[in-house]
T-cell receptor, first 117, second 111 residues
């Protein structure tokens, strides 16, 4: 597609519920990033994929967070047993670049706003 | 790790010029980005600096001094639609080239 598409746009979850957030990157983009953005803050890095390989997951806040990109295109961020502190906007970004090709920008999706009640 | 600092909020008048500063500390620098983010929307790319100096693109310019760990975004001829959050992001050399974002500067443009 023309841009990075994320779904759902909004998600309300009850505390303890599992959620799955989807990201459709720009076709052909090698790199895919997930960020978490709390209200009034900048995006915080969660995890990074190069094609289907998850090369960095150092930003995932707990083992309740899991991400996958099995075929190197669509990615899913799963949060198990959601907590109120998980409420945030989850942004996905993709880039044509892979490691060693740093001179490309990043295209962001509009995000999924997760509210845990 | 990286430490990125930018002002929380700035206000300016329509038609004026505003400069948004960003300072950073990093062990190995590999580029600095500026993004614009309107409320509830995706961050959109504005500029990329990897060498010292000024990059001009229309009403927006971005400056970088690597020795000082300093960048600024200059917005000229401000328009109401420029009211948004401006995010500074720094990429560290080595590893996965993952950009780290500052908390953003909320710019309010008033008539």
């Amino acid at each position: 597609g023309a841009g990075v598409s994320q779904s759902p746009r909004y998600k309300v979850a009850k505390r303890g519920q599992d959620v799955a957030l989807r990201c459709d990157p720009i076709s052909g983009h090698v790199s895919l990033f997930w960020y978490q953005q709390a209200l009034g803050q900048g995006p915080e890095f969660l995890t990074y994929f190069q094609n289907e390989a998850q090369l960095d997951k150092s930003g995932l806040p707990s083992d309740r967070f899991f991400a996958e990109r099995p075929e190197g295109s669509v990615s899913t961020l799963k949060i198990q047993r959601t907590q109120q502190e998980d409420s945030a906007v989850y942004l996905c970004a993709s880039s044509l670049a892979s490691q060693g090709q740093p001179n490309y920008g990043y295209t962001f999706g509009s995000g999924t706003r997760l509210t845990v009640v | 790790g990286q430490n990125i600092d930018q002002p929380t909020e700035m206000t300016a008048t329509e038609g004026a010029i505003v400069q948004i500063n960003c300072t950073y500390q990093t062990s190995g620098f590999n580029g600095l980005f500026w993004y614009q983010q309107h409320a509830g929307e995706a961050p959109t790319f504005l500029s990329y600096n990897v060498l010292d100096g000024l990059e001009e693109k229309g009403r927006f310019s971005s400056f970088l001094s690597r020795s000082k760990g300093y960048s600024y975004l200059l917005l000229k001829e401000l328009q109401m639609k420029d009211s948004a959050s401006y995010l500074c992001a720094v990429r560290e050399a080595g590893g996965s080239y993952i950009p780290t974002f500052g908390r953003g500067t909320s710019l309010i443009v008033h008539p």
